[in-house]
């Protein structure tokens, strides 16, 4: 599927980019070397320029392959990244998928990952057709299930087995 910019109000979503009009690697090189964030986001380590644009080609290729879209939370009038928002785990069989996001350090409690992914929820459920979109965090992230709770998911409860830090996984989901 072909990747899509969304204007989420105050923000938009659009695709990761490092090319000569905008270059998000610094700013995600910052985001990823942040304690919070690596304690929540264990997959990636972006500490290179080229870790970065590896990151960015990645997100590129898993929307060729219908399995994540993903979206940078712009700032509208610099094009500055704030954060990302993308919905994973993309199964256009049976209509599901899973939420994820997070806001760059120095953006975060001013409500952007609410918006973003409230934007990114209605292109799955209106653009994409989703009729299930599930949402995940650790116990501990007060955050996330605010961000959840604000975006209209219902507390599901403890996933049976818990993160790669032990701590319980929370389920929330979302149903079109």
């Not at 998928?97 to 929820?121: D, F, N, Q, Y």
């Not at 650790?138 to 709770?149: D, I, K, L, M, R």
Request: net charge negative; aromatic share 8%; hydrophobic share 40%.
């Amino acid at each position: 599927m072909e990747p899509v910019e969304i204007n989420a109000g105050a923000y938009y979503l659009r695709q990761l980019r490092a090319d000569r009009h905008l270059d998000d690697r610094a700013a995600l090189m910052e985001a990823f070397a942040d304690p919070a964030h690596r304690r929540y986001v264990l997959n990636y380590r972006l500490r290179t320029l080229d870790e970065a644009t590896e990151y960015i080609a990645l997100r590129a290729a898993q929307w060729a392959c219908d399995e994540r879209c993903s979206w940078a939370v712009a700032e509208p009038t610099t094009g500055r990244l704030l954060g990302e928002v993308g919905l994973r785990e993309l199964d256009l069989t049976f209509d599901t998928a899973e939420a994820s996001v997070w806001t760059h350090p120095a953006e975060r409690g001013k409500g952007i990952a609410a918006t973003a992914l409230g934007s990114a929820l209605r292109y799955g459920f209106g653009g994409l057709g989703l009729q299930e979109i599930s949402y995940r965090h650790e116990e501990s992230n007060a955050v996330s299930a605010s961000v959840a709770a604000k975006c209209g998911f219902t507390l599901v409860g403890p996933e049976r087995d818990p993160s790669p830090h032990g701590e319980p996984l929370i389920r929330w989901v979302r149903k079109a």
